[in-house]
Nanobody, 114 residues
Framework: DVQLVESGGGLVQPGGSLRLSCVAS????????MGWIRQAPGKGLERVAT?????NIPKYADVVKGQFTISRDNARNTVYLQMKPGDTAVYYC???????????WGQGTQVTVS
């Protein structure tokens, strides 16, 4: 079974930074584009970033460009999101099925900006 386990969320002050991690299992990680999506209170899911299997082509939603950096370590089956969050949201690690589409995601990690 596909498993995606996020960690690294928490409380951050405005202008502060966090690094989220996601450990993946149950599929061929180093052949799969991975990404992050988020959901702010009272809002729908929002795509944040993706990174191709080689880790050399990151893509970002316009709203987070310059503030977030996605990366991966295929030896550790882990994808990261270095971020300077502007808003409170739950962040989910996700497996990409096609361009900006995802077919599995984790339980999420809460990021609170206050």
């Amino acid at each position: 079974d596909v498993q995606l386990v996020e960690s690294g969320g928490g409380l951050v002050q405005p202008g502060g930074s966090l690094r989220l991690s996601c450990v993946a299992s149950g599929f061929t990680f180093d052949g799969t584009t991975m990404g992050w999506i988020r959901q702010a209170p009272g809002k729908g899911l929002e795509r944040v970033a993706t990174i191709n299997w080689m880790g050399n082509i990151p893509k970002y939603a316009d709203v987070v460009k310059g503030q977030f950096t996605i990366s991966r370590d295929n030896a550790r089956n882990t994808v990261y999101l270095q971020m300077k969050p502007g808003d409170t949201a739950v962040y989910y690690c996700a497996r990409s099925s096609s361009h900006w589409a995802f077919d599995n995601w984790g339980q999420g990690t809460q990021v609170t900006v206050s």
